[in-house]
């Protein structure tokens, strides 16, 4: 069988990766410079090995490309493009549309179209159908399923192969057509009724980390105004053995899913007339967390921050990572600058950032951790900056949550 994959980023080139040892991949992205990058066996997303995708281009098995026509003999077709929020935080399903547009346009015998992508209840149905026959030269009759990607980027202990993948497909046809694509490379499947239910769980899985963690936002909030450790709290909590979670607090929530994923339902819940209140409060908490820390570092640090210089310690959204979509470092670099703060930022893992470059990690009045990735060493930190505050809690005997 031979697998287009729309998108190659953290999800289309992971599954690229996954599935180019059975399949013949041909991993599709307009990103021109990406597709030249993977050409030559160089892969730009964590966990995924440059050496594996050396393996399958010499036994002829992936290829990228940015022109659609190399789409025209593949047998199934996976989405993997971008679900990002427009500027007014509303669902942006640009990214499909342009996808499904190249499926109309290039595909014009019948397959297995599956959409990886996150987005609400009917987005399959309602929208990459009717998209892609738009587009379509023909009245090609493709069967669609949708499989939500659950990959955690830089996670080794869940991968393709051992986290369970639910799916559905518009027709019973295609529900089994999919089983049989993701069983070569995934050991659990678990079918459900309709593509719906599988676009909400995907989506309610993330709102259930979305409010927890507000949750434990406001929390470390609280225990901070009565003069109590939140993670020797938390800590305590933990040792229920049941009817409780432990998640803890930081600067914020970052990356393509958290911040993003529960805006979706929300959306879709107010369009239906069903509230949605819950899911909004907690994004407003999670990103006022950037302001409760600078407020607190401007606190420690005689009430102003003008004209002192400010490291930022981690600006990717979370350890070991080099992705700063949508990372708390943005917000909390923002409020710094707002009060007069000479702001710089160490992350090696991300390199540049902005059209900045990773600072030394020295020399500074008052360092932020925000993210603390494995190769950056703690003492370092702490002898960074006369004035430490971590977001992390990892850092021993600083100021903190
Ligand atoms: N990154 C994650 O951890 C994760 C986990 C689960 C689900 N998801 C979801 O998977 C989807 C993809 O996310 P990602 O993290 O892989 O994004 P990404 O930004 O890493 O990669 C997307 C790629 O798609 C390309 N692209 C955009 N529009 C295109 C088009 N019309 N045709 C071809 N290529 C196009 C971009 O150039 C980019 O290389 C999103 O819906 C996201 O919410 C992501």
Redesign the pocket.
């Known amino acids: 069988m031979k697998i287009g994959i ?7 080139l992971t599954i690229s990766a996954f599935a180019g040892e059975y399949f013949e991949v041909v991993g ?4 021109q410079k ?1 597709v030249g990058q993977l050409n030559s066996g160089i892969s730009h ?1 964590e966990g995924v090995e440059s050496e594996v995708l050396n393996a399958w281009i010499k036994a002829g098995r992936y290829r990228a490309t940015s022109t659609g026509a190399d789409l025209v003999n593949v047998d199934v077709v996976v989405i ?4 990002p929020l427009t500027s007014d935080r509303q669902p942006d399903l640009t ?1 499909i549309d ?2 499904c547009k ?1 499926i109309g346009e290039n595909i014009s015998k019948p397959v297995l179209v599956i959409n ?4 609400f209840p009917g987005t399959l149905r309602k929208c990459i159908k009717p998209t892609i026959e738009k587009y379509s030269k023909n009245s090609v009759e493709h069967m669609y399923a949708i499989s ?6 830089g996670r080794c202990d869940f991968n393709q192969k051992n986290t369970p993948r639910l799916y559905a497909g518009l027709t019973p046809e295609a529900s089994v057509k999919t089983r049989e694509f993701y069983s070569k490379f995934c050991d659990n499947l678990v079918e459900v009724s309709s593509p719906e239910v599988a676009e909400a769980a995907k989506l309610f899985e993330n709102t259930f980390r979305q409010v927890n963690i507000a949750l434990v936002n406001e929390f470390a909030q609280i225990t901070n105004a009565l003069g109590i450790n939140v993670y020797e709290t938390l800590d305590a909590a933990n040792t229920k053995p049941y009817g409780f979670m432990k998640f803890t607090p930081s600067a914020g929530v970052g ?3 958290i911040p ?2 529960p805006t979706y339902l929300a959306a879709v819940a107010e369009e239906h007339g069903a509230p949605a209140t819950f899911i909004r409060r907690a994004n407003d908490v999670n990103l006022e967390m950037s302001k409760y820390v600078v407020d607190r570092v401007q606190a420690d640090n005689g009430g102003s921050l003008q004209g002192k210089s400010v490291l930022v310690v981690g600006v990717a959204y979370k350890p070991n990572v080099a992705d700063v979509r949508e990372t708390a470092a943005e917000l909390v670099i923002e409020h710094l600058r707002n009060r007069g703060a000479v702001v710089s930022w160490h992350d090696d893992v991300v390199g540049t950032w902005h059209g900045e470059s990773s600072a030394p990690l020295s020399g500074a009045d008052i360092a932020i951790v925000v993210t603390k990735h494995d190769s950056v060493d703690e003492k370092e930190i702490v002898a960074s900056a006369a004035y430490v505050f971590d977001t992390t809690g990892k850092i021993k005997d600083v100021k903190g949550l």
């Open positions: 729309i998108g190659q980023g953290y999800v289309g599709f992205d307009n990103n990406v997303i993997a493009v971008p679900t990214y342009s996808a190249t990886e992508s996150t987005s939500p990607e659950r990959v955690d980027p990356g393509h899913c993003v994923d």
